[in-house]
Each structure stands twice: as C-alpha cells, then as structure tokens.
C-alpha cells in the first residue's frame, strides 16, 4: 500500500513572497523534470502563457490551466510532485481530484491569496488551509506603516473580484492600515 502525499500551502497577501517560496520548495526537491508538474491557472496572464514569476523576476515554466481540464490527466507513474500557483483562481471541484493524488502518494505544493481585496476567504485557499499538512502564512510589509502585511489592498476603484495586475492596482496592508480605509 502506497504512503499518503503530503499537501503544504503557502498562503498570505501580494507580495508576501508566496510565488517565490513555491520556485524554490520545487528547486529543493531535486526531481527531473517529467517527475513533477507545475500548473497556474489560465485566468492569470501577468508572466506570460506557460510561465509563473515572481514580482523580483523568478520565473519557472508550467502548464496553463483551464477550468475544463482535469488534473489527473497530468499525472504519470513518475510524478512525485504537483505545484500549484495562484491556487486561489483554481475551481473548488478540484478539491476531489487534489485528494485522490494525495492517495497515489504524489505530494502537492500550492501558494495563494487567502484573502480577496474585501478582506474575506479567498477561492480555493481557505479549504486547501484546512486540509493541508503544512501550512505557511507568508506576509508582506505594510505599504503605510512597515508592520507585517496579512491583506491585499486594492488601490483602484473597481468592484470586480478578480482583477488581474501588480502594484499598480494592490498593495500590502497591515490590518490597522487595511481597516482605515
């Protein structure tokens, strides 16, 4: 009988850093390449197709994934491992396909927002948390006042959950800083 897979998440606001931590928890593995599987969502256009990166420029090759496909069709007798970014944007009916990889054995690794613009639970990540074996709360610092970063603030007037960008529209916001506005 095969052992269990491990999920660990890393979770927090933009720029706490958590595209970074996912580069470089693949990078310590020290498997060939047809031995795991990174995948981003298609919604995220940010680094191009076929490509995650991180604000500072890190960047690994992955597949682009739609709603419509399955996860499981990635997976071979090789796989060891499943990298996940911006796992926020996935589906919630992956949560089935994601449990029955941890039953091959095959280890999971995502990164994402916990928390939208508004402050609430965020997609997927919440039930990826309460689920996962590690979990890892990564922060940014506070754009007005230096203290440690735990939300997103959106800092254009646009009410739409998802708007894809960077610094130009978000920010990192202590949660005294984030409640004053």
Known sequence: MSNKGKLRIYYGCMF???????????????????????????????AGKAVIATHDGKTHDCIVFEN???????ITPFTKLVAIDEAQ???KVILSDLKRI????IDIVASGLDKD????????????????DEKIQLKASCTNCGEQAEYTYRKVDNKV?????HSEHYEPRCAKCFSEN
Do not use: C, H, W
């Open 89 to 91: 944007f996935f589906n």
């Open 117 to 132: 613009y508004l402050g609430r639970p965020f997609g997927l990540i919440p039930a990826l948390i309460e689920f996962a």
């Open 68 to 74: 419509e496909m399955e996860i499981l069709e990635f």
């Open 16 to 46: 706490s850093g958590k595209t970074s931590a996912l580069i470089q928890y693949i990078s310590e593995q020290n498997l060939k390449s047809n031995e795991f599987i990174v995948l981003k969502p298609s919604v995220d256009v940010r």
């Open 161 to 165: 959950l998802v708007l894809i960008g």
């Open 102 to 105: 941890l039953g091959k054995g």
